[in-house]
């Protein structure tokens, strides 16, 4: 099992690799992250809505999925593996 605060600090130092299970009941992987670099330019400013999102929402992750090219979401309890694949 994967805890809220592991799966943060990850996403906040690497491009993770994470499968989790879709509300739905579908099987996702997903490549994913929070590091700066990565998230778009009207973003990087305003690091405190991620903050906020994330202290509204304990249950659940955002972050940007690079293949997606968007923001996206999934719930910490659903995940299933998650593998760093690119670090700072």
């Known amino acids: 099992m994967y805890t809220r605060d592991t799966l943060l600090r990850e996403l906040r130092s690497n491009v993770i690799e994470v499968h989790f299970t879709k509300v739905n009941g579908d099987a996702r992987v997903m490549r994913a992250t929070l590091m700066e670099k990565f998230l778009p330019e009207s973003y990087r400013s305003e690091k405190a809505e991620e ?3 994330h202290q509204q929402n304990p249950n659940v992750i955002a972050c940007w999925d690079l293949t997606a090219g968007g923001w996206r ?3 910490i309890d659903s995940v299933t593996y998650c593998q760093g694949v690119e670090t700072l």
Do not use: P, Q
């Open 51 to 53: 903050k906020d999102f």
């Open 73 to 75: 979401s999934f719930r």
